[in-house]
């Protein structure tokens, strides 16, 4: 009896991280999707003229402002405006 009530309650947290999985999945692609990269562009420029064109500087900044990005997305950007 007790092996059948572990594999339900098993089964159970199995489907509820598989949904909360989807959920943040779901969550980030709307983020992505409200985000303008042109504005973006267009901040990174600001700081890389603030900081007299230093990159680690300029994305530390960037990634700051847009907390979502992450650094591979930064330094793709910074090499785009290079």
Same mark, same amino acid.
């Given at each position: 009896?007790?092996? %059948? %009530? %572990?594999?339900?309650? /098993?089964? /159970?947290?199995? @489907?509820?991280?598989? #949904?909360? =999985?989807?959920?943040?999945? *779901?969550? &980030?692609?709307? @983020?992505k #999707?409200? =985000?303008? +990269? &042109?504005?973006?562009?267009?901040? @990174? =420029?600001?700081? #890389? &003229?603030?900081? *007299? $064109?230093?990159?680690m500087?300029?994305?530390? #900044?960037?990634?700051?402002?847009y +907390?979502?990005?992450?650094? %591979?997305?930064? $330094? $793709?950007?910074? *090499? *785009?405006?290079?």
């Open positions: 009896m007790s092996t %059948i %009530i %572990i594999w339900v309650i /098993g089964a /159970g947290l199995l @489907l509820m991280n598989i #949904a909360l =999985r989807t959920e943040v999945l *779901q969550l &980030k692609a709307h @983020l #999707a409200l =985000r303008n +990269p &042109k504005e973006q562009m267009d901040y @990174l =420029r600001q700081q #890389a &003229k603030l900081s *007299q $064109n230093n990159k500087a300029s994305i530390k #900044a960037l990634r700051k402002q +907390p979502e990005m992450s650094l %591979i997305e930064a $330094n $793709n950007l910074w *090499q *785009q405006i290079q």
